[in-house]
């Protein structure tokens, strides 16, 4: 058993992935301000990560032998553009410093697909389909441009210490109770999400169960001494969150897309998680098909 230290453990992804690494044996720290930590985690404390010596004091405190960071503002625009991105960029800094100071082990920093751009209000389309790790990034908002410094933020101090980094970019997470009808992060249910392609497709429909998401993050964490330094995993489901194959429905909702689309038939995704497979075996095992309550097609 290990400890691991999560920032954001009340969050829509946290909760998962504090209930999955505890689940296999891990000893796991929750901290978070927000109420909601699973009882699964052995301890949750509350700290402000973006005052510094608050983050130094937690990793001292603790001293896990891993840290998974997913605190940030997690949704666009939800809060003024800078306060997001200084949030979000000092939270990742910090966490990043503190962890390779006090000798962590291995830290896993959670990014965002927003940062390839998708969204912005002059257009956008995509350099090929499906989309992979090396497609280039193009941020436009406060939210995945601190994402992109946060990614960057840990590749720097993968270079510059003996610490173990990688980033994950999980696609639109969606927790257990949300399958249930609860509202997404987004405000709408992932019904309403599915009924109206305009919602779902101004991200290419991309998604992934918070506990698929939470798999990934936990095999990656086990695995950080046995791949590169450094590298950079998008975490998605293996179908689109759509009814009808992306093929049909990209050119529609995403213009530009048209010469990359076709080949997306069936229920395909535009998002590879090709890169996970190959490095970490890691596969999604979970389908909105499967978990959606009372869904008839």
Not at 165 to 175: D, L, S, Y
Not at 210 to 225: G, N, S, Y
Request: net charge negative; hydrophobic share 45%; aromatic share 8%.
């Amino acid at each position: 058993m290990s400890r691991v230290l999560v920032t954001g453990s009340a969050g829509r992804l946290g909760r998962s992935v504090v209930t999955t690494l505890a689940a296999a044996g891990h000893e796991v720290i929750g901290v978070d301000r927000a109420p909601g930590t699973p009882a699964e985690a052995a301890v949750t404390f509350p700290a402000d990560l973006t005052d510094t010596g608050e983050a130094f004091e937690v990793m001292a405190r603790f001293r896990p032998e891993s840290v998974i960071h997913l605190a940030a503002i997690a949704t666009p625009f939800s809060a003024p553009e800078s306060v997001i991105f200084k949030v979000n960029t000092r939270l990742a800094f910090n966490v990043c410093e503190a962890s390779v100071a006090l000798g962590v082990a291995g830290v896993v920093v959670a990014s965002s697909p927003t940062v390839i751009g998708y969204g912005a209000p002059g257009g956008w389309a995509p350099s090929y389909l499906p989309i992979d790790e090396e497609h280039p990034v193009r941020p436009w908002n406060a939210y995945n441009l601190s994402k992109v410094v946060a990614e960057q933020t840990m590749k720097a101090f993968a270079v510059a210490g003996s610490t173990r980094m990688a980033a994950v970019r999980p696609c639109f997470v969606i927790p257990p109770e949300e399958w249930a009808g609860a509202p997404t992060q987004s405000g709408h249910t992932v019904r309403e999400r599915l009924d109206r392609p305009d919602l779902g497709g101004v991200s290419l429909f991309n998604y992934i169960d918070a506990r698929d998401a939470a798999e990934l993050i936990a095999v990656l964490a086990e695995a950080l001494p046995d791949v590169p330094n450094g590298e950079v995993f998008f975490a998605g489901a293996a179908d689109a969150l759509a009814r009808k194959p992306l093929a049909d429905l990209l050119p529609h909702v995403v213009p530009g897309t048209e010469p990359f689309a076709a080949g997306l038939t069936g229920t395909l995704p535009a998002f590879s998680t090709a890169k996970a497979t190959r490095l970490l075996g890691w596969r999604p095992r979970r389908s909105w098909r499967s978990e959606l309550k009372d869904e008839t097609e």
